[in-house]
């Protein structure tokens, strides 16, 4: 067993003897590539989904210095047909990129000759008859060692792109690198020296001229997952059934961690979060462990126009326009607003509805994260407009239309851009984002298809809590009586009462002269 060639299965044996949601389907849609034209295959993924755990596996499946049966015998890939053809069949190498990034005793231009070096002493003791030439590179060698014993490598390269994070000012190194995968990946020699290869990262392989450095692999990313799409986290089925097994509320679960849309997948929850709260007991953001907030900090404060008006409106519940396909793949490299809102999807701070096109915060876990960051930046009305908020939610409840309106006339104030400060949209958005502490103890959803119409902002409160739902409609030029009577005359309360039981009726009425607002607020009788 080596450091990096035949590891065995250790790594996946762990991640079996802990509590495990069977992903060992992804196995089979390797398996079909193997000895293909594709089988060069790149898989990326946020941090806290699961990356690592499935480079493991698929050590353990394909390693043929160890027998794996029993760890693959009740998973899903036991009964795929290529099961029997692909276990425990391959010498693998694999590398971790982070390692050699932490290493204290070589500098990033040194991390490929240094890999390179020791992979290649570890070739040559387990196969001692490969012909030694102190000029052939990595390659070379493996090539030189496929052609001499007869068989095929597997290659698992996690943290793919780490250097290019960790890295990105040191040109020389980055260059070395992407040299290093192009020599080991793009010659001629490869389909005699690979069976298959599976890299994984948070990025995509970085693109050059809009070409990728490395065209002939599958990729597969959060943006992008086609077939791979229930492999890249918990789906609510899965969650559901750990919830019951732990005595785990699942709204809470959902609240917290679900959100993301993935490929097909509509509704995936972050693995490493759910699994985190199940073993405490208790629903909480444990982003902050695997991930620091002030990483994002310089991205969204960027002076790009429209942005921070989307970050606004994506704290407020809604969803911004996004764009991804101008991004190289490298965090260095930011030239506008649908770039640094890319990035954000690949990190997993937002999530990404590819029918839309649209991006979106996807939980409580990510919302809190992300006013986290934007408290670290120097927005400082919108840190105001937040912390407000609670005080506005309270106010609602209690009847106080006066001050309710006068707290929507400071945050229409201090969050509304004079260009579009009477923009429909953009009042919606200040609406939200007035009443953006309410996600804790509501459901929001705006623009809610409730009656004969829909109401501009419904609040229904999630399960245990006993604070009426709240139907609000916003008015412009009229008054909040008009509001009020659209919501009876629409009968919106009428279809938000299937969720619950006691509802506030809450009439907004924005006068554009005067640029203020005013309320009036009623409990519906049925």
């Excluded at 353990?60 to 693959?72: E, I, N, T, V």
């Excluded at 390659?139 to 780490?162: C, G, P, Q, R």
């Excluded at 732990?246 to 097909?264: R, T, V």
């Excluded at 970050?311 to 607003?337: C, E, P, W, Y």
Aim: proline share 2%.
């Amino acid at each position: 067993m080596g450091i990096y060639i035949n590891k065995g299965n250790d790594g996946f044996r762990s991640t079996r003897n802990s509590e495990y949601i069977d992903k060992s389907g992804l196995i089979g849609i390797v398996n079909k590539t193997l000895f293909t034209r594709q089988r060069f295959t790149c898989v990326s993924r946020s941090r806290r989904f699961g990356k690592t755990m499935v480079a493991e596996m698929l050590q353990a499946y394909y390693d043929h210095s160890c027998d794996s049966r029993s760890l693959f015998a009740d998973l899903e890939i036991a009964s795929d047909q290529s099961f029997e053809e692909h276990l425990n069949k391959y010498p693998v190498i694999y590398l971790d990129i982070t390692d050699f990034i932490t290493r204290n005793d070589i500098s990033t231009t040194e991390i490929v000759t240094t890999l390179q070096s020791e992979v290649k002493a570890e070739i040559y003791a387990a196969f001692p008859e490969t012909i030694v030439d102190p000029k052939d590179d990595l390659m070379a060698v493996l090539t030189k060692t496929a052609i001499h014993y007869d068989l095929k490598f597997i290659m698992i390269i996690d943290e793919w792109d780490a250097l290019y994070r960790e890295a990105g000012e040191d040109i020389a190194a980055l260059d070395g690198y992407v040299n290093f995968l192009r020599r080991m990946f793009k010659g001629s020699s490869t389909l005699q020296t690979f069976a298959g290869v599976y890299m994984t990262g948070i990025l995509p392989i970085k693109k050059y001229n809009m070409q990728s450095a490395l065209n002939n692999f599958m990729e597969y990313s959060i943006i992008d997952s086609r077939r791979m799409a229930q492999y890249f986290g918990f789906t609510k089925d899965e969650v559901r059934v750990l919830a019951t097994k732990y005595g785990m509320d699942f709204d809470a679960l959902e609240k917290w961690y679900d959100g993301y849309q993935i490929g097909s997948e509509q509704s995936m929850f972050n693995p490493n979060s759910v699994m985190q709260a199940l073993d405490s007991d208790w629903c909480t953001s444990y982003w902050g462990k695997t991930a620091a907030y002030d990483a994002i900090v310089p991205y969204i404060q960027m002076n790009f126009e429209g942005l921070k008006d989307d970050i606004i409106d994506m704290l407020a519940g809604g969803r911004s326009n996004v764009d991804t396909t101008g991004f190289q793949n490298d965090l260095s490299v930011v030239h506008s607003k649908d770039d640094v809102l890319t990035i954000l999807i690949h990190l997993g701070y937002l999530s990404y509805d590819r029918n839309e096109g649209k991006c979106f915060i996807p939980n409580k876990e990510v919302a809190g994260e992300m006013e986290k960051a934007v408290e670290r930046t120097n927005w400082t009305n919108l840190i105001i407009a937040i912390k407000k908020s609670e005080a506005l939610l309270q106010a609602t409840l209690a009847g106080d239309a006066d001050a309710v309106a006068s707290g929507l006339d400071v945050a229409h104030d201090e969050n509304t851009s004079i260009l579009s400060y009477n923009d429909e949209n953009s009042l919606a958005c200040v609406l939200g984002l007035a009443y953006y502490y309410a996600k804790n103890d509501y459901v929001m959803h705006r623009e809610y298809a409730s009656g004969k119409g829909y109401a501009d902002l419904v609040l229904i409160p999630r399960k245990n809590v006993s604070s009426p739902a709240l139907v609000i409609e916003l008015k412009y030029n009229k008054d909040a009586q008009a509001a009020i009577t659209q919501i009876k005359n629409r009968n919106y309360p009428q279809k938000v009462a299937e969720y619950t039981g006691d509802i506030l009726l809450v009439g907004i009425n924005y006068d554009r002269d005067t640029k203020r607002h005013d309320c009036q607020i009623e409990r519906w009788v049925k």
